[in-house]
């Protein structure tokens, strides 16, 4: 691992996070309960409805090979494998994500349509052209070589296989606040603009089919978020469940400097769909 990777999985590693989803999202006899468990494990903004967006945009058929580039602890690759009845790999820098998204699966009925890995997304461990398709959210912005990580994807996509990408990019020349849900501080974060996305795209093969500004439905969803923490405050009762507790102590913190920043349009969360041609299409 390279040594900005240890320091970006010791960011993510939260201590006991096993035990505060388990206690959350299990029932008195001691089965998960997938409505809760889908408040936390989805690590971006917009939530579910996000992935659910995403994948609905990508326009895959069922049953394609799909592959989750940065899983987190699995939530949208179990929503992508029941949204397509399609096998999907996740694959993930942080150890203690990786084990709890199998655990997550297999607890949730789900461990025969997801796989989980764990590894670098710059050096993947994945024959050529093993996918139909990939996808990536919120996983960028701990990434400095963007040339690195779309040649690898591009690597092990079929021809004419898509990959979309759902990530916060940078829209003004202001520097966020931090910590950020995705790094303490700036050393640990690569927020970049989405042009700087598309370019280093192209120059591993892709081409750009859509791109999508979600940045109303990112501060939509903040703005509810902050608004049910404030009512819940108020009424004495603990916090809901949500994607906080996969932040960690300083999770207020980190969803109030991204708050500031998306309401400030500095920052805004941005999905880029991009395709592999074919070997045809590279001739003409
Ligand atoms: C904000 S979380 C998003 C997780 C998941 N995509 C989701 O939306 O629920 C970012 C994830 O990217 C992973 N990550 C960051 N850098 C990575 C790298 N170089 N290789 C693989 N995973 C990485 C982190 O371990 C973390 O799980």
Redesign the pocket.
């Known amino acids: 691992m390279r040594e900005i990777?240890t320091h970006?999985?010791e960011h993510?590693d939260v201590k006991g996070l096993r035990e505060t989803i388990l206690q959350i999202a299990e029932d008195d006899l001691g089965r998960l309960q997938s409505d809760i468990l889908e408040a936390i494990?989805?690590?971006?903004l917009g939530g579910a409805a996000a992935t659910a967006r995403l994948i609905d945009g990508m326009g895959l058929g069922q049953g394609s090979r799909l592959l989750?580039v940065?899983?987190?602890?699995g939530?949208?690759a179990r929503r992508a494998a029941r949204l397509l009845d399609a096998r999907v790999t996740g694959?993930?820098?942080?150890e203690g994500?990786v084990t709890l998204a199998e655990e997550l699966s297999d607890r949730i009925g789900e461990g025969g349509q997801t796989e989980f890995q764990q590894?670098?997304?710059?050096d993947m461990p994945f024959e050529d052209g093993e996918f139909d398709a990939a996808m990536?959210?919120?996983?960028g912005m701990?990434?400095a070589d963007k040339p690195r990580l779309f040649a690898e994807v591009a690597r092990v996509l079929r021809p004419g296989g898509v990959f979309a990408v759902y990530d916060v990019m940078r829209t003004s020349e202001t520097p966020p606040q931090y910590p950020l849900?995705?790094a303490p501080s700036p050393s640990l974060s690569f927020v970049d603009t989405a042009q700087s996305y598309r370019a280093a795209a192209m120059a591993a093969g892709l081409e750009v089919v859509k791109e999508i500004d979600r940045h109303a439905e990112a501060e939509a969803f903040l703005d509810q978020m902050r608004a049910i923490a404030m009512q819940r405050q108020a009424a004495g009762q603990p916090p809901a469940p949500g994607v906080g507790m996969v932040m960690g102590a300083d999770a207020p913190q980190k969803l109030a400097n991204i708050g500031q920043a998306i309401r400030a349009h500095h920052l805004s969360a941005i999905e880029i769909h991009f395709r592999k041609p074919g070997p045809q299409e590279r001739l003409t």
Do not use: K, Q, R
């Open positions: 990777e970006v999985a993510y494990d989805e690590f971006h989750d940065g899983c987190g602890i939530g949208p694959l993930d820098l942080t994500f590894g670098s997304v710059l990536m959210l919120h996983v701990n990434i849900p995705w």
